[in-house]
């Protein structure tokens, strides 16, 4: 019997998870620093993060709790399913002709009714070897995407075997197969009209596209929001901004170290307390077609639109915003944790709403455009703090 056969594994106290999901949710430090101070693997510290956040209503609800005699039932119950589980387990484990590298790649991280976890007990594989990846080529890969992110943001109509080129060039053997999953995890496509450009959540609703043939021509009449990828000096962030499209005034902005809706939720919720559109626009991302998200617009009488699939130039403005972002502030610097990028953060756009002229707003900050392109006096009041 070989060592990765008797190899147990990691069994994790309830105490130790609630530990480390409370590190995520503070939200200082990056998934992958976070990952590296505890020992345990991003991914499971974004489940627990995630199953952390789903179940704190439950503690303050007595009515779920069951019946003793109710639990003993059901406990009994669950002993007879799963040693009949174990006995299917052991016979498909033992029938499965397949080699360890076939049955990787029979497992599907994107199946929403099996879990991984689950998959890889059915295949007999060791789920750890899915996700395991030398530190060499992790520490490589955060490189190669600093690199790919910064090309990038100055030739976005580079796709995959652009940027492979590129790559190749500056001196890394790298294939476009690498690229392209490194761009992927970025985020990031070349820009030109294309299908299927923006992925829903499944089961989300989604809106149409309301901007076509309009002139925006008052602040207020259209906002724009978009979450971009930052690469820390371990691990990585998402920064959210939502935009005043005819000022490209940012009216609000928050930094997360995960994708978890809530807290941009929680943003959108501070920019409407200091304003509210006529026209709300966004992609089709999950977070942007969630309960949560469009409830607070409907709440608000907002009107809600979103990007076409394959029509990246919906959004322009915003994608012009990044490109500022990181050429004047993100690539200069070098954060600590996630508390200090939005420190930052906040800082460069007090900068760029009332200090940095546009050439494109006559030279007006978007602050100055901002103001003048209310419609009425009454709205015209003191600046918004970012």
Avoid at 54 to 59: A, D, F, G, S, V
Avoid at 179 to 196: C, D, S
Wanted: hydrophobic residues 35%.
């Amino acid at each position: 019997m070989t060592m990765a056969a008797t190899k147990k594994r990691n069994v994790y106290k309830p105490e130790f998870k609630a530990k480390v999901a409370l590190e995520a949710v503070r939200g200082k430090l990056t998934i992958n620093q976070i990952s590296k101070q505890f020992g345990v693997h991003p991914n499971q510290i974004s489940k627990w993060k995630k199953q952390f956040l789903e179940n704190l209503p439950q503690i303050f609800d007595n009515s779920k709790q069951p019946s003793a005699e109710a639990g003993e039932e059901l406990t009994n119950q669950l002993y007879q399913q799963i040693g009949q589980l174990k006995v299917e387990l052991d016979w498909l484990k033992k029938n499965l002709p397949l080699s360890v590298r076939v049955r990787r790649e029979l497992v599907e991280p994107e199946n929403e009714k099996i879990s991984v976890a689950r998959q890889c007990e059915l295949l007999g594989l060791n789920r750890t070897g899915l996700y395991y990846r030398s530190r060499t080529e992790s520490v490589e890969d955060g490189n190669l995407m600093r690199l790919i992110d910064e090309q990038y943001t100055l030739t976005p109509f580079y796709g995959y075997r652009r940027m492979t080129v590129y790559l190749q060039k500056s001196g890394f053997r790298v294939n476009h197969k690498r690229v392209r999953r490194l761009m992927r995890k970025l985020g990031l496509e070349a820009i030109y009209p294309k299908p299927n450009l923006s992925k829903p959540g499944k089961d989300h609703l989604t809106y149409p596209y309301l901007l076509r043939g309009v002139a925006v021509e008052y602040s207020d009449q259209v906002w724009a929001c978009d979450i971009t990828y930052l690469r820390l000096g371990s691990g990585f962030v998402y920064l959210l901004v939502i935009m005043d499209w005819h000022s490209r005034f940012v009216i609000e902005m928050e930094v997360s170290n995960s994708l978890e809706s809530s807290p941009f939720v929680e943003a959108l919720k501070r920019a409407l307390a200091k304003s509210k559109p006529e026209i709300f626009n966004s992609d089709q991302g999950s977070q942007f077609t969630s309960v949560e998200w469009l409830k607070v617009l409907q709440e608000n009488k907002i009107r809600i639109s979103m990007d076409g699939r394959g029509r990246c130039f919906n959004n322009i403005f915003v994608e012009r915003l990044w490109r500022s972002v990181k050429q004047e502030e993100v690539y200069l610097k070098e954060y600590a944790d996630v508390w200090e990028a939005e420190e930052s953060l906040r800082q460069y756009f007090e900068f760029y709403n009332y200090q940095r002229p546009h050439q494109s707003l006559n030279y007006q900050t978007p602050f100055e455009a901002y103001q003048k392109g209310r419609k009425t006096e009454e709205n015209k009041g003191a600046k918004p703090a970012i």
